[in-house]
């Protein structure tokens, strides 16, 4: 698995009648108003789900379905789209490989080989000209960071101008399953929201059950998942503790860190990007890396890029250089 500089540095090999099928390089009015659709209904579910909840209650099936739901799709982002597609943290046999795109798909944060080219170009450019949800980008001063928080953390996606995917995930715009996968992320997508209504339907044996399935394990999930990611690239890159040397801004959150799998101890990622660990330190949560261990005792996952204590050590800062 090719690594995050040596994938963007190769010259586009894919024809443009592939990338055709996975969306091209500026968004349409349709596209952005689906995307809209995406972000608005679940943020209202979960604006509404603390007065449901304190005035009729909710059921343990429904919690475990959004439990189960979420960390299924949390784990495919982050081990998936991020450790494994983007910065090739590890490499998996073919029926992993093709699990966790499809895991990943079923958090509905946009089609596979789309969102690996916009997490390399964020390497790349990362809180600098050119990165795609930088902070950072409207300046310093108080207004502008505000300004450059929501801009990370929810506009930059409605930016008409795509990311390159040829340019930035030649590798997965080649891999013929992997293109299907995320051409078909709106299949992927009705799946993930419909199977907790199955679910909660079958297992209540009533149109209730799946309604209430529905919205707390797809609606109210789909929503707590995307602000949890989308922090990362704003609350991360805006505030936490910097121990490790990085070109950026990157930061530790710990508050995110059991939400966001271990992604939110975003210092060293940015520091290491290739790092199949995140959380190094001593009671840094990382589930993300003791999964991929999983995988790798069950012969699944091979050649993880484990951070060796000497490499840890060598990108520390000096104790007086880390700031809050």
């Not at 597609?85 to 080989?113: C, N, W, Y």
């Not at 707590?224 to 990611?229: G, I, P």
């Not at 530790?252 to 059991?258: E, F, H, K, P, S």
Request: with cysteine; charged share 20%.
């Amino acid at each position: 698995m090719p690594t995050t500089s040596d994938v963007i540095d190769k010259a586009p090999g894919a024809a443009a009648s592939v990338s055709a099928t996975l969306g091209g390089e500026k968004k349409g009015s349709v596209e952005q108003g689906a995307l809209l659709a995406f972000i608005v209904v679940p943020f209202l579910a979960l604006a509404a789900a603390v007065p449901l909840a304190w005035g009729w209650g909710v059921s343990w099936l429904d919690l475990g379905l959004m439990a189960f739901m979420y960390f299924l799709g949390l784990h495919g982002v982050t081990i998936g789209f991020h450790r494994y597609f983007t910065h090739g943290s590890f490499k998996a046999k073919r029926p992993l490989r093709i699990a966790l795109a499809i895991m990943g798909s079923m958090a509905v944060e946009g089609p596979v080989v789309r969102w690996v080219a916009d997490h390399r170009k964020h390497h790349r450019f990362s809180d600098a000209e050119g990165d795609p949800h930088s902070p950072w980008k409207y300046g310093e001063s108080v207004p502008a960071l505000m300004k450059g928080l929501w801009w990370a953390h929810i506009a930059w996606m409605f930016d008409e101008e795509q990311t390159s995917q040829e340019k930035y995930a030649p590798d997965l715009v080649k891999d013929p399953a992997i293109r299907v996968i995320s051409r078909q992320f709106l299949g992927w997508t009705i799946f993930s929201l419909a199977l907790p209504a199955v679910i909660g339907g079958l297992a209540t044996w009533s149109w209730q059950g799946a309604v209430t399935a529905f919205f707390w394990a797809s609606l109210v999930r789909v929503a707590l998942l995307h602000h949890v990611t989308w922090s990362i690239n704003s609350i991360c890159h805006a505030v936490g503790k910097r121990p490790f040397k990085s070109r950026d801004r990157s930061g530790n959150v710990w508050w995110l860190a059991i939400l966001s799998g271990g992604e939110s101890w975003h210092n060293l990622h940015h520091s290491d990007p290739t790092s199949a660990r995140h959380g190094v330190l001593r009671g840094q949560l990382d589930s993300s890396a003791r999964i991929i261990r999983v995988f790798e005792k069950l012969g699944w996952a091979y050649d993880v890029r484990w951070p060796s204590q000497e490499r840890v050590e060598a990108r520390r800062k000096e104790p007086a250089a880390e700031t809050a």
